[in-house]
């Protein structure tokens, strides 16, 4: 599966949702998540993703994430359509560890 990390808090661009053929995003406020068991692995939402914030969880160093999409793609409503990324969005990009202030 492919995991969305800490560098889409608060950028939150959704052009993943646009790209991903079978639609696994899930919407918080300030960031999306993949739900692990409808991912089909394909990585087309990897290069998309302006704030290089999906991997593939076959980089080393993902487990916390791989718990975060686990957790909130069961809480989470699923998004199939982009709109208008933050205003701030580029102002938020490369920030360290968004998610402990900014996760919902
Ligand atoms: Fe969707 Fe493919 Fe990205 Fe998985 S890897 S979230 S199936 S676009
Ligand atoms: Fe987040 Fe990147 Fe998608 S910032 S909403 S994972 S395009």
Redesign the pocket.
Known sequence: TYV?TD??VR??????VEVCPVDCFYEGEN??VIHPDECIDCGVCEP????E??KPDTEPGLEKWLTVNAEYADKWPNITVKREAPDDAKEWDGKPNKFEQYFS
Do not use: G, Q, R
């Open positions: 969305v560098n889409c950028c939150k661009y959704m052009d993943c960031m999306l998309e993703c302006p704030a914030a999906i």
